[in-house]
């Protein structure tokens, strides 16, 4: 196995203002306790956008979490990177990246260039159509509405990409500018 360079990888945090950083299996108990450190931090950053961001990284984690379930995928195919940081305009970038299905790829990445795609006023219409729509019986989720709150609440449009692995397999990656 290869080293570590931890000091480089300490610079590079550094250079790319990471605040958190985690790899691997996500666990309803490790959303918990990243959530908890996360909301410390800015707490004691006094951060305006604490609550949003805190929100972000809980919807983008149980969307990993509750996918990677309805796979029945092992804990090892349902590891996950996510990043949260700050870039130099102050703003809090929430990132999330985790192995899908090719063929859940393409449409997952449309859905995220549609929501992109809709300036403020949109959201909020696209929003609201959302939560009047009655909720499929059993349904896990909350069918986008978390999606269409992070992007209202954002301060940029989202971004995501997707790579493919091979085996049937691509990464996908959510970034959230809040």
Not at 6 to 29: H, W
Not at 88 to 112: M, W
Not at 148 to 165: G, N
Request: net charge negative; with cysteine.
């Amino acid at each position: 196995m290869e080293s570590i360079d931890l000091y480089e990888l300490q610079q590079s945090y550094n250079r790319n203002g990471v605040l958190l950083c985690f790899n691997g299996p996500l666990t309803k108990s490790l959303i918990e306790e990243i959530g908890h450190a996360l909301r410390n931090y800015m707490r004691n950053e006094s951060a305006s956008t604490s609550m949003d961001v805190f929100a972000a990284y809980i919807e983008m984690t149980q969307n990993i979490r509750h996918y990677a379930a309805s796979q029945g995928w092992t804990e090892q195919e349902s590891s996950a990177t996510v990043v949260i940081s700050q870039n130099g305009d102050g703003h809090y970038v929430v990132s999330a990246g985790n192995t899908v299905n090719a063929e859940d790829g393409p449409p997952l990445v449309a859905r995220i260039e549609a929501l992109a795609s809709l300036d403020k006023p949109q959201l909020k219409a696209a929003y609201k159509d959302q939560l009047r729509k009655p909720r499929e019986e059993g349904s896990a989720s909350g069918a986008g509405l978390g999606l269409l709150d992070i992007a209202r609440k954002a301060s940029s449009p989202f971004a995501c990409s997707l790579r493919e692995l091979g085996n049937g397999r691509a990464f996908f990656t959510l970034i959230a500018t809040i």
